[in-house]
């Protein structure tokens, strides 16, 4: 039974376009690769490419019967082994070509998929793994990161301009949580750099269980994050740095194991209260924000 070939093989594409050019140069090979199917021949198992007649009227209106019949007379190649007629369930001549069983299984085999020349390129912008900056890379990280990058490479041979971005989180109280932890361990920097990633998360695990156990080490951690962002130039803020990069650093040595690759790093910290200050000026200006319960929202 005839299926639609949904991918867009080379050998389609070339039985398309000796179609075009035998019938009419106005119908490009890709319009008419829409319309071969895909079938097995019943008696020796072996793949072909079926066009039917109802396609054929479709596309070549003014064509007669005897046009489509005279395409059993389309030169055989490496590629074309043979080209002959059959009836299909419906009594509806076919024009079934015969392909060259060792081509076919290789240009499946090898994905060699054609350039579409209907194509328009676009800018395509994907986000994917997102690591946690201070933690092992793990299993629930690996699944988005393979994806992200499988999409990134179909895209670009597709001829695609992709932008490549992970977004890391490395902002907010659970920052002062690890600050906390590395306090407790007393860490030095050397010794960060040592191990960076296991050396920090049992930095977060301390810190962590302290912050549950005592209140006062969770205003604790609560102050050290405010600290981070009242205060541009402070020993925390260079350990925060300095952090950032170690943890850059760790992951990038397992995305070049992987195979995987980025544009760009975007941060947590780049939509700080700093940044959106403007913004939320410019929404209060516009009276587009109200306040409710002693909170400002979106109207």
């Known amino acids: 039974m005839a299926k639609s070939l949904k991918c867009k093989l080379h050998l389609n594409l070339k039985i398309a376009s000796e179609l075009s050019s035998k019938l009419s140069k106005d119908i490009p090979p890709t319009t008419i690769s829409k319309y071969l199917l895909y079938g097995i021949n019943k008696k020796n198992g072996k793949a072909n490419l079926i066009f039917p007649f109802k396609s054929f009227k479709r596309l070549f209106p003014e064509s007669s019967k005897e046009d489509f019949h005279s395409l059993v007379k389309l030169p055989c190649d490496d590629v074309l082994n043979s080209v002959e007629t059959s009836l299909s369930s419906e009594n509806d001549p076919n024009i079934v070509f015969n392909l060259d069983q060792q081509h076919f299984i290789q240009d499946v085999l090898l994905d060699k998929y054609s350039s579409n020349e209907d194509f328009k390129s676009q800018n395509?912008?994907?986000?994917?793994?997102?690591?946690?900056?201070?933690?092992?890379?793990?299993?629930?990280?690996?699944?988005?990161?393979i994806i992200g990058n499988f999409l990134g490479n179909l895209y670009e041979h597709l001829g695609h301009k992709v932008t490549r971005l992970t977004y890391l989180g490395d902002w907010g109280t659970q920052f002062g949580v690890l600050q906390l932890g590395i306090q407790m361990l007393n860490l030095s920097n050397a010794e960060l750099k040592r191990d960076p990633i296991q050396q920090l998360y049992n930095a977060y695990i301390v810190g962590n269980r302290l912050v549950e156990e005592e209140e006062s080490a969770a205003e604790e951690a609560r102050n050290a994050f405010c600290h981070l962002e009242t205060k541009d130039n402070s020993p925390i803020m260079e350990r925060w740095k300095?952090?950032?990069?170690?943890?850059?650093?760790?992951?990038?040595?397992?995305?070049?194991?992987l195979g995987v690759k980025f544009d760009e790093y975007h941060w947590e910290s780049m939509y700080n209260a700093?940044?959106?200050?403007?913004?939320?000026?410019?929404?209060?200006?516009?009276?587009?924000?109200?306040?409710?319960?002693g909170k400002k929202g979106c109207r």
């Open 242 to 257: 300095m952090i950032r990069k170690v943890t850059v650093n760790e992951l990038e040595k397992m995305y070049t194991r």
């Open 124 to 145: 395509i912008v994907i986000d994917y793994s997102s690591p946690n900056v201070a933690k092992p890379f793990h299993m629930g990280h690996l699944r988005s990161t």
């Open 274 to 293: 700093k940044a959106f200050a403007p913004i939320l000026q410019m929404m209060e200006s516009n009276r587009l924000l109200e306040e409710e319960e």
